[in-house]
Protein backbone atom coordinates (compact mmCIF):
# COMPACT_ATOMS: atom_id res chain seq x y z
CA UNK A 1 0.00 0.00 0.00
CA UNK A 2 1.31 3.51 -1.23
CA UNK A 3 1.56 6.55 1.65
CA UNK A 4 -1.05 8.18 -0.91
CA UNK A 5 -3.75 4.97 -0.54
CA UNK A 6 -2.62 5.10 2.98
CA UNK A 7 -4.08 8.82 3.59
CA UNK A 8 -7.37 8.01 2.19
CA UNK A 9 -8.01 6.30 5.17
CA UNK A 10 -7.98 8.83 7.06
CA UNK A 11 -11.32 9.08 8.81
CA UNK A 12 -10.75 9.73 12.19
CA UNK A 13 -10.77 7.02 14.79
CA UNK A 14 -11.04 3.85 13.61
CA UNK A 15 -9.24 0.37 13.47
CA UNK A 16 -7.57 1.46 10.06
CA UNK A 17 -5.59 4.27 10.49
CA UNK A 18 -1.88 5.45 9.46
CA UNK A 19 -0.15 6.26 13.11
CA UNK A 20 -0.83 4.00 15.98
CA UNK A 21 0.69 6.33 19.21
CA UNK A 22 0.84 4.38 22.54
CA UNK A 23 0.94 6.77 25.61
CA UNK A 24 -0.84 9.86 26.55
CA UNK A 25 1.80 11.92 27.95
CA UNK A 26 3.91 14.45 26.56
CA UNK A 27 5.73 12.55 24.06
CA UNK A 28 1.96 11.24 22.86
CA UNK A 29 0.62 14.64 22.64
CA UNK A 30 3.14 15.78 21.05
CA UNK A 31 3.30 13.30 17.95
CA UNK A 32 -0.26 13.27 17.56
CA UNK A 33 -0.23 16.95 16.83
CA UNK A 34 1.84 16.43 14.52
CA UNK A 35 0.71 13.59 12.73
CA UNK A 36 -2.60 15.56 12.15
CA UNK A 37 -0.53 18.46 10.48
CA UNK A 38 0.39 16.07 7.93
CA UNK A 39 -3.02 14.64 7.31
CA UNK A 40 -2.73 11.55 8.86
CA UNK A 41 -5.10 9.64 10.78
CA UNK A 42 -3.90 8.59 13.99
CA UNK A 43 -5.29 6.67 17.10
CA UNK A 44 -3.40 6.78 20.97
CA UNK A 45 -4.16 4.18 23.38
CA UNK A 46 -3.24 5.38 27.03
CA UNK A 47 -3.41 2.52 30.15
CA UNK A 48 -4.37 6.08 32.42
CA UNK A 49 -7.80 7.57 32.39
CA UNK A 50 -6.57 10.41 31.21
CA UNK A 51 -3.87 12.29 29.77
CA UNK A 52 -0.43 13.37 31.65
CA UNK A 53 1.63 10.02 31.72
CA UNK A 54 4.27 10.43 33.99
CA UNK A 55 2.34 13.10 35.77
CA UNK A 56 -0.81 10.99 35.75
CA UNK A 57 0.77 8.29 37.55
CA UNK A 58 3.34 9.92 39.76
CA UNK A 59 0.55 11.52 42.30
CA UNK A 60 2.94 10.97 45.37
CA UNK A 61 3.29 13.71 48.02
CA UNK A 62 6.14 16.23 47.15
CA UNK A 63 5.98 15.21 43.21
CA UNK A 64 7.31 18.15 40.89
CA UNK A 65 9.46 19.14 37.73
CA UNK A 66 13.00 19.12 38.42
CA UNK A 67 13.47 21.36 35.12
CA UNK A 68 12.27 25.03 35.13
CA UNK A 69 8.52 25.60 34.56
CA UNK A 70 9.35 28.18 31.84
CA UNK A 71 10.79 25.01 29.83
CA UNK A 72 8.88 22.00 31.01
CA UNK A 73 6.46 22.80 28.24
CA UNK A 74 6.35 22.87 24.61
CA UNK A 75 7.88 25.53 22.92
CA UNK A 76 7.00 28.63 20.43
CA UNK A 77 7.84 25.57 17.86
CA UNK A 78 4.92 23.83 18.73
CA UNK A 79 2.45 27.02 19.21
CA UNK A 80 3.69 30.36 20.27
CA UNK A 81 -0.01 31.40 21.12
CA UNK A 82 -0.32 28.48 23.64
CA UNK A 83 2.97 29.54 25.05
CA UNK A 84 2.13 32.82 25.42
CA UNK A 85 -1.28 32.03 27.27
CA UNK A 86 0.21 29.94 29.92
CA UNK A 87 1.78 30.37 32.78
CA UNK A 88 3.02 28.53 36.08
CA UNK A 89 2.88 29.43 39.52
CA UNK A 90 6.45 28.65 40.33
CA UNK A 91 9.47 27.61 39.25
CA UNK A 92 9.33 24.20 39.28
CA UNK A 93 5.82 23.23 39.03
CA UNK A 94 4.07 20.74 41.16
CA UNK A 95 2.32 17.42 40.15
CA UNK A 96 -1.44 19.07 39.94
CA UNK A 97 -0.46 22.04 37.71
CA UNK A 98 1.24 19.65 34.85
CA UNK A 99 -1.29 17.13 34.89
CA UNK A 100 -3.85 20.55 34.23
CA UNK A 101 -1.40 22.03 31.77
CA UNK A 102 -1.57 18.70 29.93
CA UNK A 103 -5.38 18.50 30.00
CA UNK A 104 -5.34 21.69 28.52
CA UNK A 105 -3.02 20.95 25.84
CA UNK A 106 -5.14 17.90 25.06
CA UNK A 107 -8.18 20.54 25.16
CA UNK A 108 -6.97 23.12 23.19
CA UNK A 109 -5.42 21.16 20.61
CA UNK A 110 -8.57 19.07 20.30
CA UNK A 111 -6.82 15.81 20.65
CA UNK A 112 -9.01 13.95 22.93
CA UNK A 113 -11.20 12.43 20.79
CA UNK A 114 -8.10 10.41 19.09
CA UNK A 115 -7.43 9.06 22.55
CA UNK A 116 -8.71 6.17 23.42
CA UNK A 117 -8.24 5.64 27.64
CA UNK A 118 -8.50 2.71 29.79
CA UNK A 119 -6.83 0.83 26.97
CA UNK A 120 -3.47 -0.83 27.24
CA UNK A 121 -1.42 -2.23 24.24
CA UNK A 122 -0.50 -5.99 24.81
CA UNK A 123 0.90 -6.83 21.60
CA UNK A 124 1.99 -5.35 18.39
CA UNK A 125 2.75 -7.06 15.16
CA UNK A 126 4.27 -6.08 11.90
CA UNK A 127 2.61 -7.83 8.97
CA UNK A 128 5.23 -8.18 6.18
CA UNK A 129 2.68 -9.12 3.61
CA UNK A 130 0.65 -6.01 4.19
CA UNK A 131 3.44 -3.64 5.45
CA UNK A 132 1.22 -2.55 8.32
CA UNK A 133 1.23 -2.94 12.17
CA UNK A 134 -1.26 -4.84 14.23
CA UNK A 135 -1.64 -3.70 17.83
CA UNK A 136 -3.69 -5.13 20.19
CA UNK A 137 -5.12 -3.93 23.43
CA UNK A 138 -5.64 -5.57 26.61
CA UNK A 139 -9.59 -4.09 25.49
CA UNK A 140 -8.97 -7.14 22.63
CA UNK A 141 -9.19 -4.41 20.28
CA UNK A 142 -6.78 -4.52 17.37
CA UNK A 143 -5.92 -1.64 15.39
CA UNK A 144 -3.72 -1.94 11.88
CA UNK A 145 -1.34 0.90 11.00
CA UNK A 146 0.76 1.97 8.50
CA UNK A 147 3.19 3.63 11.56
CA UNK A 148 3.60 2.51 15.51
CA UNK A 149 4.78 4.92 17.48
CA UNK A 150 5.54 3.99 21.52
CA UNK A 151 5.62 7.52 23.14
CA UNK A 152 5.38 5.12 26.74
CA UNK A 153 8.13 7.03 28.33
CA UNK A 154 12.05 5.99 29.95
CA UNK A 155 10.14 5.95 33.69
CA UNK A 156 7.01 4.06 33.37
CA UNK A 157 7.77 0.04 34.45
CA UNK A 158 7.74 0.71 38.14
CA UNK A 159 10.56 -1.50 39.77
CA UNK A 160 9.28 -3.39 42.75
CA UNK A 161 11.01 -4.94 44.45
CA UNK A 162 9.84 -8.69 45.51
CA UNK A 163 10.51 -8.12 49.85
CA UNK A 164 9.70 -11.44 51.19
CA UNK A 165 6.41 -10.75 53.29
CA UNK A 166 5.29 -7.20 51.45
CA UNK A 167 1.76 -9.61 50.30
CA UNK A 168 1.15 -9.88 54.38
CA UNK A 169 1.91 -6.32 55.04
CA UNK A 170 -2.02 -4.94 57.09
CA UNK A 171 -1.08 -1.32 56.54
CA UNK A 172 -1.04 -0.07 53.26
CA UNK A 173 1.81 0.40 50.93
CA UNK A 174 2.39 1.54 47.57
CA UNK A 175 4.98 2.52 44.56
CA UNK A 176 5.52 6.32 43.95
CA UNK A 177 3.73 5.86 40.36
CA UNK A 178 1.37 3.78 41.59
CA UNK A 179 -0.09 6.10 44.84
CA UNK A 180 -4.04 6.17 45.36
CA UNK A 181 -5.78 8.90 43.09
CA UNK A 182 -7.21 9.87 45.45
CA UNK A 183 -3.96 10.99 47.63
CA UNK A 184 -2.39 9.94 50.52
CA UNK A 185 -3.31 10.56 54.52
CA UNK A 186 -0.14 10.40 56.63
CA UNK A 187 -1.42 12.47 59.48
CA UNK A 188 -0.41 11.26 62.09
CA UNK A 189 0.95 7.99 60.89
CA UNK A 190 4.23 6.21 60.89
CA UNK A 191 5.37 5.68 57.37
CA UNK A 192 8.89 4.04 55.81
CA UNK A 193 9.48 5.80 52.35
CA UNK A 194 12.15 2.68 50.93
CA UNK A 195 14.49 4.40 48.42
CA UNK A 196 16.71 7.50 48.33
CA UNK A 197 16.30 8.51 44.53
CA UNK A 198 15.09 11.71 43.09
CA UNK A 199 11.68 10.51 44.01
CA UNK A 200 12.17 9.73 48.01
CA UNK A 201 14.47 13.27 48.04
CA UNK A 202 10.66 14.91 46.94
CA UNK A 203 8.74 12.60 49.55
CA UNK A 204 10.31 13.03 52.65
CA UNK A 205 10.32 16.57 53.15
CA UNK A 206 6.88 16.61 52.19
CA UNK A 207 5.14 14.25 54.23
CA UNK A 208 8.14 14.82 57.28
CA UNK A 209 5.73 17.78 57.99
CA UNK A 210 2.28 15.04 58.23
CA UNK A 211 3.29 11.76 59.61
CA UNK A 212 4.35 11.09 63.62
CA UNK A 213 7.42 9.26 62.05
CA UNK A 214 9.27 8.72 59.15
CA UNK A 215 11.93 5.73 58.45
CA UNK A 216 14.05 6.86 55.61
CA UNK A 217 15.64 3.88 54.41
CA UNK A 218 18.53 4.55 52.28
CA UNK A 219 21.25 2.80 50.37
CA UNK A 220 23.63 4.82 48.29
CA UNK A 221 22.95 8.51 48.84
CA UNK A 222 22.40 10.62 45.74
CA UNK A 223 24.06 13.95 44.95
CA UNK A 224 20.96 16.09 45.99
CA UNK A 225 21.18 20.09 44.75
CA UNK A 226 19.30 22.51 46.09
CA UNK A 227 16.34 23.58 44.15
CA UNK A 228 15.59 26.79 45.28
CA UNK A 229 11.81 26.87 44.45
CA UNK A 230 9.78 29.98 44.20
CA UNK A 231 6.15 31.93 43.11
CA UNK A 232 6.62 33.44 39.29
CA UNK A 233 5.05 36.72 39.46
CA UNK A 234 3.56 39.10 36.62
CA UNK A 235 6.86 40.61 36.43
CA UNK A 236 8.76 37.22 35.66
CA UNK A 237 6.40 36.19 33.25
CA UNK A 238 6.50 39.77 31.27
CA UNK A 239 10.23 38.78 31.10
CA UNK A 240 9.47 35.71 30.18
CA UNK A 241 7.12 36.39 27.62
CA UNK A 242 8.84 38.80 25.99
CA UNK A 243 12.35 36.75 25.27
CA UNK A 244 10.29 33.24 24.24
CA UNK A 245 12.44 32.71 21.39
CA UNK A 246 16.11 33.51 22.74
CA UNK A 247 15.20 30.96 25.74
CA UNK A 248 13.78 28.13 23.50
CA UNK A 249 16.39 28.72 21.18
CA UNK A 250 19.46 28.80 23.88
CA UNK A 251 17.73 25.78 25.17
CA UNK A 252 18.03 24.12 22.04
CA UNK A 253 21.88 24.38 22.06
CA UNK A 254 22.78 23.77 25.18
CA UNK A 255 23.92 20.61 26.34
CA UNK A 256 20.95 19.86 28.47
CA UNK A 257 18.36 21.08 26.98
CA UNK A 258 18.07 23.97 29.11
CA UNK A 259 18.40 27.90 28.65
CA UNK A 260 21.32 27.87 31.05
CA UNK A 261 24.92 29.71 30.73
CA UNK A 262 26.91 27.04 28.59
CA UNK A 263 29.76 25.35 30.61
CA UNK A 264 32.26 27.85 31.56
CA UNK A 265 35.27 25.71 30.36
CA UNK A 266 37.15 22.92 31.63
CA UNK A 267 38.06 22.27 35.33
CA UNK A 268 41.46 21.89 34.54
CA UNK A 269 41.76 26.06 33.09
CA UNK A 270 40.56 27.34 36.81
CA UNK A 271 41.96 27.53 39.86
CA UNK A 272 40.72 25.50 42.91
CA UNK A 273 39.92 29.13 44.56
CA UNK A 274 38.30 29.96 41.54
CA UNK A 275 36.36 26.15 40.81
CA UNK A 276 35.46 26.94 44.06
CA UNK A 277 33.63 29.89 44.04
CA UNK A 278 31.70 28.85 40.14
CA UNK A 279 30.05 26.26 42.19
CA UNK A 280 29.13 28.18 45.03
CA UNK A 281 27.19 30.83 42.65
CA UNK A 282 25.66 27.65 40.86
CA UNK A 283 24.73 26.52 44.57
CA UNK A 284 23.20 29.52 45.25
CA UNK A 285 21.18 29.68 42.17
CA UNK A 286 19.76 26.11 42.49
CA UNK A 287 18.70 23.49 39.84
CA UNK A 288 20.72 21.66 37.08
CA UNK A 289 23.11 25.17 36.39
CA UNK A 290 26.02 23.35 39.07
CA UNK A 291 25.82 20.35 36.11
CA UNK A 292 25.39 22.40 33.16
CA UNK A 293 26.87 25.60 33.72
CA UNK A 294 29.79 24.90 35.88
CA UNK A 295 32.46 22.19 33.87
CA UNK A 296 32.87 20.65 30.82
CA UNK A 297 34.77 17.70 31.87
CA UNK A 298 32.92 17.21 35.08
CA UNK A 299 31.48 14.22 33.82
CA UNK A 300 35.14 12.70 32.34
CA UNK A 301 37.52 14.31 34.29
CA UNK A 302 38.22 12.79 37.89
CA UNK A 303 39.51 15.69 39.57
CA UNK A 304 37.08 18.15 38.31
CA UNK A 305 34.61 16.03 40.03
CA UNK A 306 36.51 15.16 42.70
CA UNK A 307 36.68 19.44 43.86
CA UNK A 308 32.97 18.93 43.09
CA UNK A 309 32.65 15.97 45.54
CA UNK A 310 34.49 17.58 48.58
CA UNK A 311 32.14 20.24 47.66
CA UNK A 312 29.09 18.62 47.69
CA UNK A 313 29.98 16.60 51.41
CA UNK A 314 30.50 20.29 52.82
CA UNK A 315 27.15 21.32 51.84
CA UNK A 316 25.85 18.21 53.38
CA UNK A 317 27.64 18.69 56.58
CA UNK A 318 26.56 21.77 57.25
CA UNK A 319 22.96 21.09 56.50
CA UNK A 320 22.64 18.54 58.34
CA UNK A 321 23.48 18.63 62.34
CA UNK A 322 24.00 15.20 62.94
CA UNK A 323 27.15 13.99 61.96
CA UNK A 324 26.91 10.66 61.31
CA UNK A 325 23.36 10.95 59.27
CA UNK A 326 25.63 13.49 57.23
CA UNK A 327 27.85 11.11 56.34
CA UNK A 328 25.03 8.10 55.75
CA UNK A 329 23.63 10.90 53.11
CA UNK A 330 26.88 11.57 51.43
CA UNK A 331 27.19 9.82 47.77
CA UNK A 332 30.47 8.15 47.36
CA UNK A 333 29.67 7.44 43.49
CA UNK A 334 31.30 10.74 41.47
CA UNK A 335 29.13 13.78 40.60
CA UNK A 336 26.31 13.28 38.12
CA UNK A 337 27.08 9.73 37.32
CA UNK A 338 23.64 9.07 38.43
CA UNK A 339 20.92 11.63 38.51
CA UNK A 340 21.35 14.36 40.93
CA UNK A 341 17.78 14.95 42.13
CA UNK A 342 16.91 18.48 42.83
CA UNK A 343 16.04 18.85 46.66
CA UNK A 344 13.31 21.21 48.85
CA UNK A 345 14.35 20.57 52.56
CA UNK A 346 15.76 17.35 52.05
CA UNK A 347 18.90 17.61 54.06
CA UNK A 348 17.35 19.47 56.62
CA UNK A 349 14.37 17.29 57.20
CA UNK A 350 17.10 15.19 58.75
CA UNK A 351 17.39 17.25 61.20
CA UNK A 352 13.89 16.62 62.25
CA UNK A 353 12.83 15.01 65.74
CA UNK A 354 10.62 12.77 63.96
CA UNK A 355 12.94 11.01 60.87
CA UNK A 356 15.14 8.71 61.54
CA UNK A 357 17.55 6.72 58.67
CA UNK A 358 17.15 3.70 58.51
CA UNK A 359 20.73 2.80 55.99
CA UNK A 360 19.73 -0.47 54.20
CA UNK A 361 23.52 -0.88 53.52
CA UNK A 362 24.64 -1.83 56.60
CA UNK A 363 21.27 -3.51 57.58
CA UNK A 364 19.45 -4.61 54.42
CA UNK A 365 15.72 -5.72 54.26
CA UNK A 366 15.44 -8.78 55.14
CA UNK A 367 11.47 -8.93 55.65
CA UNK A 368 8.27 -7.23 55.79
CA UNK A 369 6.19 -8.19 58.76
CA UNK A 370 2.41 -7.63 58.57
CA UNK A 371 3.30 -4.22 60.83
CA UNK A 372 6.35 -3.33 59.57
CA UNK A 373 9.93 -3.87 58.21
CA UNK A 374 12.21 -6.31 59.92
CA UNK A 375 15.65 -5.48 58.68
CA UNK A 376 19.19 -7.93 59.72
CA UNK A 377 19.50 -5.92 63.10
CA UNK A 378 15.80 -4.04 63.40
CA UNK A 379 12.40 -3.43 63.51
CA UNK A 380 10.20 -1.11 62.45
CA UNK A 381 6.52 -0.68 63.24
CA UNK A 382 4.74 1.68 60.30
CA UNK A 383 1.71 2.24 59.16
CA UNK A 384 2.44 2.77 55.40
CA UNK A 385 5.03 1.81 53.34
CA UNK A 386 6.18 4.19 50.11
CA UNK A 387 8.27 2.37 47.56
CA UNK A 388 10.00 5.10 45.55
CA UNK A 389 12.31 2.11 44.27
CA UNK A 390 11.69 3.39 40.75
CA UNK A 391 11.24 2.28 37.59
CA UNK A 392 12.75 -0.47 34.96
CA UNK A 393 13.72 2.71 32.85
CA UNK A 394 13.68 2.64 28.48
CA UNK A 395 13.63 -1.26 27.89
CA UNK A 396 10.95 -2.00 30.54
CA UNK A 397 8.39 -0.19 29.05
CA UNK A 398 8.91 -0.83 25.43
CA UNK A 399 9.20 -4.64 25.90
CA UNK A 400 5.88 -5.04 27.80
CA UNK A 401 4.45 -4.00 24.41
CA UNK A 402 5.25 -7.59 23.17
CA UNK A 403 6.63 -5.79 19.88
CA UNK A 404 7.12 -8.28 16.68
CA UNK A 405 8.84 -7.04 14.25
CA UNK A 406 10.04 -8.02 10.40
CA UNK A 407 10.38 -12.44 10.29
CA UNK A 408 8.46 -12.41 13.53
CA UNK A 409 11.73 -11.05 15.34
CA UNK A 410 10.27 -10.75 19.17
CA UNK A 411 11.87 -7.12 20.74
CA UNK A 412 12.98 -8.84 23.16
CA UNK A 413 14.70 -11.25 21.39
CA UNK A 414 16.78 -8.84 19.56
CA UNK A 415 17.61 -6.92 22.67
CA UNK A 416 18.28 -9.88 24.71
CA UNK A 417 21.90 -8.99 25.66
CA UNK A 418 20.92 -5.10 25.96
CA UNK A 419 19.21 -2.56 23.99
CA UNK A 420 20.18 -1.92 19.91
CA UNK A 421 18.60 0.74 17.69
CA UNK A 422 19.43 3.45 15.90
CA UNK A 423 19.30 7.10 16.82
CA UNK A 424 17.61 6.00 19.72
CA UNK A 425 14.65 6.54 17.08
CA UNK A 426 14.07 3.24 14.67
CA UNK A 427 15.34 -0.50 15.06
CA UNK A 428 16.74 -2.64 12.47
CA UNK A 429 14.01 -5.11 11.94
CA UNK A 430 11.25 -3.25 12.63
CA UNK A 431 10.32 -0.95 10.42
CA UNK A 432 8.06 2.13 10.39
CA UNK A 433 8.36 1.92 14.19
CA UNK A 434 8.97 5.08 15.74
CA UNK A 435 10.53 5.63 19.55
CA UNK A 436 9.47 8.69 20.66
CA UNK A 437 11.81 9.65 23.56
CA UNK A 438 11.42 5.84 25.06
CA UNK A 439 13.87 4.44 22.56
CA UNK A 440 17.30 3.72 24.51
CA UNK A 441 19.97 6.16 23.85
CA UNK A 442 18.00 8.91 23.61
CA UNK A 443 19.71 11.44 25.79
CA UNK A 444 17.16 12.02 27.90
CA UNK A 445 18.96 11.45 31.06
CA UNK A 446 20.74 14.65 31.00
CA UNK A 447 18.24 16.70 28.50
CA UNK A 448 15.08 18.83 29.82
CA UNK A 449 12.28 16.41 28.78
CA UNK A 450 9.95 19.11 25.98
CA UNK A 451 13.26 20.11 24.20
CA UNK A 452 13.86 16.69 23.94
CA UNK A 453 10.80 15.19 22.83
CA UNK A 454 9.67 18.01 20.79
CA UNK A 455 13.80 17.36 18.40
CA UNK A 456 12.35 13.59 18.41
CA UNK A 457 8.93 14.55 16.90
CA UNK A 458 10.27 17.04 14.80
CA UNK A 459 12.64 14.58 13.28
CA UNK A 460 9.32 11.89 13.03
CA UNK A 461 7.35 14.49 11.25
CA UNK A 462 10.12 15.36 8.46
CA UNK A 463 10.83 11.56 7.92
CA UNK A 464 6.92 10.92 7.50
CA UNK A 465 6.57 13.98 4.72
CA UNK A 466 10.04 13.26 3.42
CA UNK A 467 8.89 9.46 2.90
CA UNK A 468 5.24 11.06 1.65
CA UNK A 469 7.18 13.02 -0.88
CA UNK A 470 8.92 10.21 -2.46
CA UNK A 471 5.89 7.78 -2.15
CA UNK A 472 7.33 5.79 0.03
CA UNK A 473 5.83 3.72 2.91
CA UNK A 474 8.44 1.67 4.52
CA UNK A 475 11.46 2.77 6.02
CA UNK A 476 13.87 0.62 8.19
CA UNK A 477 17.03 1.65 9.48
CA UNK A 478 20.02 -0.88 8.32
CA UNK A 479 22.21 -2.83 10.44
CA UNK A 480 25.25 -1.40 9.71
CA UNK A 481 23.87 2.25 10.50
CA UNK A 482 22.53 0.94 14.09
CA UNK A 483 25.84 -1.46 14.92
CA UNK A 484 27.64 2.19 14.11
CA UNK A 485 25.69 4.05 16.31
CA UNK A 486 25.52 2.14 19.62
CA UNK A 487 29.61 2.06 18.80
CA UNK A 488 29.48 5.51 18.91
CA UNK A 489 27.48 5.91 22.09
CA UNK A 490 29.51 3.26 24.10
CA UNK A 491 32.56 4.88 22.67
CA UNK A 492 31.17 8.12 24.10
CA UNK A 493 29.93 6.71 27.39
CA UNK A 494 33.22 4.86 28.00
CA UNK A 495 35.01 8.36 27.61
CA UNK A 496 33.21 9.60 31.28
CA UNK A 497 32.61 8.33 34.71
CA UNK A 498 29.10 7.03 34.30
CA UNK A 499 29.37 3.33 33.63
CA UNK A 500 30.80 2.77 36.56
CA UNK A 501 28.18 4.00 38.90
CA UNK A 502 25.19 1.54 39.33
CA UNK A 503 21.47 3.29 39.08
CA UNK A 504 19.02 2.82 36.51
CA UNK A 505 21.10 4.85 34.07
CA UNK A 506 23.13 1.56 33.52
CA UNK A 507 20.61 -0.72 34.38
CA UNK A 508 22.02 -2.23 37.20
CA UNK A 509 18.93 -1.19 39.43
CA UNK A 510 16.92 -4.91 37.71
CA UNK A 511 18.07 -7.68 38.09
CA UNK A 512 19.49 -9.56 35.24
CA UNK A 513 18.90 -6.65 33.12
CA UNK A 514 22.24 -6.25 31.13
CA UNK A 515 24.82 -3.69 32.42
CA UNK A 516 24.98 -1.06 29.85
CA UNK A 517 24.19 2.89 29.70
CA UNK A 518 21.16 3.44 28.58
CA UNK A 519 21.34 7.10 27.72
CA UNK A 520 23.21 8.91 25.40
CA UNK A 521 26.00 11.53 27.25
CA UNK A 522 27.39 13.30 24.44
CA UNK A 523 25.07 16.05 25.35
CA UNK A 524 21.39 17.13 23.21
CA UNK A 525 23.71 19.80 20.40
CA UNK A 526 25.53 16.21 19.42
CA UNK A 527 22.72 14.18 19.66
CA UNK A 528 20.75 16.34 17.69
CA UNK A 529 23.18 16.52 15.18
CA UNK A 530 23.42 12.98 14.68
CA UNK A 531 19.87 12.85 13.84
CA UNK A 532 20.39 15.93 11.34
CA UNK A 533 23.10 14.30 9.52
CA UNK A 534 20.87 10.95 9.27
CA UNK A 535 18.07 12.75 7.50
CA UNK A 536 19.95 14.64 4.84
CA UNK A 537 20.12 11.87 2.91
CA UNK A 538 18.31 9.02 4.59
CA UNK A 539 21.30 6.58 4.20
CA UNK A 540 21.38 4.30 7.39
CA UNK A 541 17.97 4.04 6.31
CA UNK A 542 16.08 1.49 3.43
CA UNK A 543 13.16 3.38 2.08
CA UNK A 544 11.11 2.05 0.04
CA UNK A 545 7.38 1.87 -1.56
CA UNK A 546 6.08 -1.40 -0.57
P1 LIG B 1 15.81 5.67 41.53
O1 LIG B 1 16.58 6.88 41.26
O2 LIG B 1 16.10 4.44 40.74
O3 LIG B 1 15.97 5.35 43.07
C1 LIG B 1 15.46 4.17 43.60
C2 LIG B 1 15.87 4.05 45.03
O4 LIG B 1 15.35 2.84 45.54
C3 LIG B 1 17.39 3.99 45.21
O5 LIG B 1 17.72 4.64 46.39
C4 LIG B 1 17.65 2.49 45.32
O6 LIG B 1 18.79 2.17 46.05
C5 LIG B 1 16.41 2.04 46.07
N1 LIG B 1 16.10 0.64 45.81
C6 LIG B 1 15.76 0.08 44.63
N2 LIG B 1 15.56 -1.25 44.81
C7 LIG B 1 15.79 -1.51 46.11
C8 LIG B 1 15.76 -2.68 46.89
N3 LIG B 1 15.47 -3.87 46.36
N4 LIG B 1 16.05 -2.59 48.20
C9 LIG B 1 16.36 -1.40 48.74
N5 LIG B 1 16.42 -0.25 48.05
C10 LIG B 1 16.13 -0.29 46.74
O7 LIG B 1 14.23 5.92 41.37
P2 LIG B 1 13.40 7.28 41.55
O8 LIG B 1 13.82 7.99 42.77
O9 LIG B 1 11.99 6.92 41.37
O10 LIG B 1 13.87 8.16 40.35
C11 LIG B 1 13.92 7.63 39.04
C12 LIG B 1 14.02 8.74 38.07
O11 LIG B 1 12.75 9.37 37.91
C13 LIG B 1 14.94 9.88 38.48
O12 LIG B 1 16.29 9.58 38.33
C14 LIG B 1 14.45 10.98 37.58
O13 LIG B 1 14.99 10.88 36.30
C15 LIG B 1 12.96 10.71 37.54
N6 LIG B 1 12.31 11.58 38.50
C16 LIG B 1 12.12 12.86 38.09
C17 LIG B 1 11.57 13.76 38.94
C18 LIG B 1 11.38 15.15 38.49
O14 LIG B 1 11.84 15.61 37.49
N7 LIG B 1 10.70 15.88 39.23
C19 LIG B 1 11.20 13.37 40.21
C20 LIG B 1 11.39 12.06 40.60
C21 LIG B 1 11.95 11.16 39.73
P3 LIG B 1 20.21 1.93 45.32
O15 LIG B 1 20.51 3.20 44.58
O16 LIG B 1 21.15 1.62 46.39
O17 LIG B 1 19.98 0.78 44.38
Known amino acids: ?106 EKQDLRGNITFQARVTAARYDEARNRWDITTDGGETVSACYFIPAV ?45 ATAVQVV ?53 FPYADFKGMGSDFTDDERQQIFEEGWRKGGFPLAFSTFADVLANRDTNDQFMDFLRSKISTLVRDPQVAEQLTPSDPFCTKRPPLEHGYYSAFNRGNISLVNMKNSPIAEITPTGIRTADAEYEVDVIILATGFDAFTGSMLDLDIQGRGGLGLREKWADGPRDYLALMVHGFPNMFMLYCGPFNPAILTNAPTLIEQQGEWVAACLQHMREQGYDYIEPRQDAEDAFVQLHQDTANATLIPETESWWTGTNIEGKPRMLLSWCGG ?12 ERYDGFELHAS
Open 153 to 197: GLLSKPNIPKFPGLDRFEGQWFHTAQTPREGVDVQGKRVAVIGNG
Open 205 to 257: PVIAQQAEHVYAFTRNPYHSLPARNHRLDAEDWSEIHAHHKEIWAKARDNFGG
Open 524 to 535: FPAYRQLCDDAA
Open 1 to 106: MTQAQVSETRTGPGTEVDAVVVGAGFSGLYMLRRLRDLGLSARAFEAGSDVGGTWYWNRYPGARSDSDSHVYCFSDRFDEKMLAEWEWTERYPAQPEILRYLQWVS
